[in-house]
């Protein structure tokens, strides 16, 4: 990326056209049969995939600038999009939490998908950003919240409810993120415990992160209470790497795609006591950082 083209590319643009219709995500039914709610989904018409162009222009139409305290890194190849939506098997009517929705590049892919989309942005403007960018579908909701700090757990039991989900013991959400690489082991720590919740999730981690989450021989050095973790509750999987040219601005490091398959409780390794199994491994692993 050559940044001698960015002030070219950085010019004012005319309002968004947004649609007055903004319906509310979730809709309950009518006051004679109050105990369950439901979610009124509509289809959405296609939408035009967020290139390099259209990623730029819409941080300068509302004169923003990535923060380096935040990690923010906006994708601006809209194939790499596609293929994390793709690894996740992203299907009609699933729902997707997303961590860190930016301009809402990876969003617009997955309601394209079919996925209904709970965004969790921490950057109040961004949060209105794509509140405003998606206020014509149903399919979409932003809470502006720290995720680290977030009760994320009642947000999707909520949302999950809301769409009749809790009955179904084989419906579980998805996560699908292009998250901060400062906040990606907070994340996993989150994230991972919640096989009750989550069927799959797909990451885009810093490339030598990722390529540590998955290694799976105990032999290396570089084995650690992460990767016990990581193994777990999950299934790791290595799925691609993403050269640093496709981010603005541009990191020092690439990135690659982790998908994680969540495992349920039953299968779990035995051990009598969650707690107790790890408080046994950090006093038995001679380091001084266990994650």
């Known amino acids: 990326m050559r ?19 903004n319906p509310s995500l979730l809709a309950h039914n009518s006051l004679s049969n109050p105990p369950k709610r439901t979610l009124d989904i509509t289809c959405a018409s296609k939408r035009s995939p967020d290139d390099y162009h259209a990623t730029l222009k819409t941080l300068n139409s509302r004169g923003r600038r990535p923060r380096k305290s935040l990690g923010q890194h906006y994708m601006l190849n809209a194939e790499i999009n596609e293929q994390l939506v793709a690894s996740a098997n992203v299907e009609e009517g699933d729902l997707v939490l997303e961590i860190g929705p930016g ?10 998908a079919g996925a209904i989309v709970l965004a969790i942005e921490k950057d109040a403007h961004m949060a209105a950003l794509v509140r405003e960018r998606f206020a014509d579908t149903n399919r979409f909701k932003v809470l502006q919240e720290d995720f680290i700090k977030c009760h ?7 949302m999950l409810e809301s769409m009749g989900s809790l ?9 699908v993120a292009n998250i901060p690489f400062n906040i990606s082991t907070d994340v996993i720590k989150q994230l991972l415990p919640m096989g009750d919740i989550f069927s799959e999730i797909v990451l885009l981690l810093q490339d030598e992160t990722a390529l540590r989450l998955v290694e799976s021989s105990l032999r290396t050095s ?10 777990f ?37 035995a051990v009598s006591s969650t707690k107790s199994f790890f408080s046994m491994v950090v006093s038995s692993l001679s380091t001084t950082s266990c994650f």
């Open 3 to 21: 940044s001698t083209a960015t002030p070219n590319l950085l010019q004012p643009l005319p309002p968004i056209s947004i649609s007055p219709r």
């Open 103 to 112: 301009t809402g590049s990876l969003t617009n892919v997955l309601i394209d």
């Open 152 to 158: 994320i757990r009642s947000h999707m039991l909520s």
């Open 167 to 175: 009955s179904e013991k084989t419906r579980h959400a998805k996560v």
């Open 222 to 231: 570089e084995y650690r209470l992460i990767n016990i973790f990581v193994n």
């Open 233 to 269: 509750y999950s299934d790791p999987e290595y799925k691609f790497k993403v050269p640093r040219s496709n981010f603005f601005p541009q990191p020092n490091v690439d990135a690659a795609v982790v998908k994680f398959k969540l495992k349920q409780a039953v299968n779990y390794p």
